[in-house]
């Protein structure tokens, strides 16, 4: 792994010398077309499509995004992954469970003080049905908000009984009484607390996004611990089923070395679309939106898009049985 970062990762592609130029590093000012016809067309591309169902799961798939290394993307791959299911036809529920409550901010759900969240699920009693809200760019998409009441939630549940499974009968509950859905996403906050152990235990599946850069692979072991264990003894169905590569900035050599590493360690559970580095992912929440509906012509959305129809199109199943036919 540590060969990886040489010294001369530092170096981008455009300052190595004898680098054969493609089309892909040409700027839209130098190309044959004009950026705005550019973007339109894109931008259509993503529109005309979004009336299109993907293949729905055989039942609800529970993804709990987990990272603790802060500023990996967790966030932001959980509401466009999310919201780009939902324009594709899946009934999709987001879990916000950073005290922070960014993926309500992206997903324009309101989170002040007093909005009933789920903090008053894990540790009020209150069923998910009682503060789920429908987030306005589908119907398909619903929304459990983060209030900051939750940034006291790990000290508050280490007195609870069976305080590991809280959130689980939250959800489980949830699905036996309410909408048939199809995709639950839990965004955890950048730790390793009660929190995200409650996110572990309700989940079946983890999706990990990596960003390409120096640190990537820093504090991963320890999280692939935590699910290990999870998995011992706490939630046996419990499986790294999605790896995310984000962040990805191709005019650099680190990226692909640190994409190579992953692709090489994670096998067949890494995404094939990865998602670049782009201004417009981090200036959708400002406006209360996704990438997905902010500028759906842009190459962050574009990344997404692929991205989820490449999760919908891959079944828990077929994930189990290609990585047991690699091992």
């Avoid at 306005?136 to 000290?155: E, H, K, R, W, Y």
């Avoid at 046996?236 to 692909?256: C, G, I, N, W």
Wanted: aromatic share 4%.
């Amino acid at each position: 792994m540590t060969e990886i970062f040489r010294e001369s990762d530092d170096v981008s592609r455009e300052t190595s010398p004898g680098k054969t130029v493609t089309t892909d590093d040409v700027s839209r000012e130098t190309s044959s077309e004009n950026p705005i016809e550019h973007e339109a067309r894109h931008a259509m591309s993503v529109l005309s499509a979004a009336g299109q169902e993907w293949p729905r799961p055989a039942g609800t798939r529970v993804f709990t995004v987990a990272n603790q290394k802060g500023g990996v993307g967790k966030t932001t791959t959980t509401v466009n992954v999310a919201a780009a299911l939902a324009l594709h036809g899946q009934r999709v529920l987001v879990i916000d469970l950073d005290p922070q409550g960014n993926a309500s901010t992206a997903l324009g759900v309101d989170h002040q003080v007093g909005t009933p969240s789920i903090y008053d699920v894990l540790l009020g009693g209150d069923k998910i049905a009682d503060v789920c809200t429908e987030v306005s760019i589908s119907p398909n998409l619903f929304c459990v908000p983060a209030t900051i009441d939750l940034a006291g939630a790990d000290i508050e549940l280490t007195s609870q009984v069976a305080r590991e499974y809280r959130l689980r009968r939250a959800v489980t509950d949830f699905l036996e009484t309410g909408p048939n859905l199809d995709y639950i996403f839990i965004d955890c906050p950048p730790s390793l607390g009660l929190l995200t152990l409650n996110a572990l235990v309700a989940a079946r599946e983890v999706l990990i996004p990596i960003q390409c850069e120096y640190y990537a692979l820093e504090g991963l072991a320890q999280l692939l611990s935590t699910v290990d264990l999870v998995k011992a003894h706490l939630n046996p169905e419990l499986a790294v089923t999605t790896v995310l590569l984000t962040m990805y900035d191709s005019r650099t050599r680190l990226a692909d070395q640190v994409a190579d590493e992953v692709r090489e360690h994670f096998g067949v559970l890494v995404v094939d679309a990865v998602i670049p580095r782009n201004v417009r992912v981090s200036e959708a929440p400002g406006f209360g939106q996704t990438v997905i509906t902010y500028d759906p012509g842009s190459r962050g959305a574009i990344g997404y898009l692929q991205a989820a129809q490449e999760i919908a199109r891959r079944s828990l199943q077929a994930i189990q049985a290609a990585e047991g036919n690699e091992s």
